[in-house]
């Protein structure tokens, strides 16, 4: 049976990841696969989780199953962290079921997608997040893509975009990145958002929003501003989130799939459909990562720690994006550059060609991913001044 399988290529973001390992070059960078990197280059557990991890081996008293839903308290608190006091969380709207990372919240939504309406195109921005298309398909939906990214000028198609939505037929789903666009970085502000948000009422169309940078732009509030303007204004919107980046949590996969419905009624239907969709795939999600998530989120020295320890890598980032344009804009190179320190989150375009990419792995040990996304965070004192010169060599010849 096997023998009739083609090989496929490598993911293109974890293909490089695995590269980059086998590299021997001293001077390598690793801006490639998104997860955050301190100054040493390292991705170390946060002191909030180690203390949380060590609250669980002394109290936890079972390793049995934890139901469809996951931890109902983590569920809880994953609603408030994302919708705040929101109206539809009084109105007792709001159902989440706990997944496995933000990529399993979201395969989650594509198979309650199909039990809605198989016959739905989930529509997701010019350019996306690689993984958000081939999942959306492999459970069977199709998918089409409206402007986003402005390439040439480093901003926002907004206007494209608003058209092409406004053609969107009833009842398909528009995916939308809640802040820190991944893989541009640009973000809608709050007046798009509105805009957004009455169109959506308007044509009909379902907002997916996929928020897996929370706190990594603004704030955590800030962040979660397009969100709540959406909740405001729809009766039906479906959130996958993730703790990978905030809580740094990458490997434990932990994340949620939320649905809002337009009464309680309907809430407790859709969540017997959400239910039996996570049934059907993996039974029940892991225990660990929302055990930990749930831990600091109900003490308030923990919550603290981790407020505190999520600002500082947010204010890393930022501080990197306007070294590295003012890094870059010592170099002689002919591209500006400054459009990187308006962008948000972990990732920007470089703008640089393949064959520039290419020489950038090859001559220089520097990984970045095929689209000249770049993970600002795996930029340090250490090695922006490599990184800058590389990209001046590059862009020169
Ligand atoms: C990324 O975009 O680099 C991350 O979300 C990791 C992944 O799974 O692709």
Redesign the pocket.
Known sequence: MFSVLKPLPTDP??GLMAAYKQDTNPNKIDL????YKDELGNTPVLKAVKKAEAFRLENETSKSYIGLAGNLDYCQKMESLLLGEHKTLLANRVRTAQAPGG?GALRVAAEFIMRCNPKATVWVTTPT?A?HISLFEAAGLTVKEYPYYDYENKDLLFDEMINTLKQVPKGDVVLLHACCH??SGMDLNEAQWKVVAELAKEVGFTPLVDI?YQGFGSSLEEDARGLRILADAVEELIICSSCSKNFGLYRERIGACSLIAKDSATADISNSVLLSVVRSIYSMPPAHGADIVNTILSSTELTQMWHQELDEMRSRINGLRTQIKETLATKDIAQDFSFIERQHGMFSFLGINKEQITRLQKEYGIYIVGSSRV?VAGVSDANIEYFANAVADVCKS
């Not at 490639?32 to 997860?35: E, P, S």
């Open positions: 973001i974890l490639g696969v998104g997860v990529t997040w993984n991944n893989p897996a993970n």
